[in-house]
Nanobody, 115 residues
Framework: QVQLVESGGGLVQAGGSLRLSCAASGRTYSYGMGWFRQAPGKEREFAAVINWSGDRTQYADSVKGRFTISRDNAKNTVYLQMNSLKPEDTAVYYC?????????WGQGTQVTVSS
């Protein structure tokens, strides 16, 4: 029903910025969309989520104040603006979508922050 494809990852120096995009195909009406990340040897963790209308967001404490999630429903795309990046932000970032839970997941995009 829904396919998610992340893009925008890459290598950046500490203190730099990246903007991730998640393009969705299929019907995502009423779906919340979120970003998760997973570093090598660690469990996947929540980063940010946004509701359908885009007027409510939630962030993990580790990214609050540095990351901003947004969405453009006309383009069926969600974004994650990442500023003031730190080496500990290095991870594979995944986009997810769903209503009650996250039913759909993207393949992930690598973000590497060098010191």
């Amino acid at each position: 029903q829904v396919q998610l494809v992340e893009s925008g990852g890459g290598l950046v120096q500490a203190g730099g910025s990246l903007r991730l995009s998640c393009a969705a195909s299929g019907r995502t009406y009423s779906y919340g969309m979120g970003w998760f990340r997973q570093a090598p040897g660690k469990e996947r963790e929540f980063a940010a989520v946004i509701n359908w209308s885009g007027d409510r967001t939630q962030y993990a404490d580790s990214v609050k104040g540095r990351f901003t999630i947004s969405r453009d429903n006309a383009k069926n795309t969600v974004y994650l603006q990442m500023n003031s990046l730190k080496p500990e932000d290095t991870a594979v970032y995944y986009c997810a979508a769903g209503v009650g839970g996250y039913d759909y997941w993207g393949q992930g995009t690598q973000v590497t922050v060098s010191s």
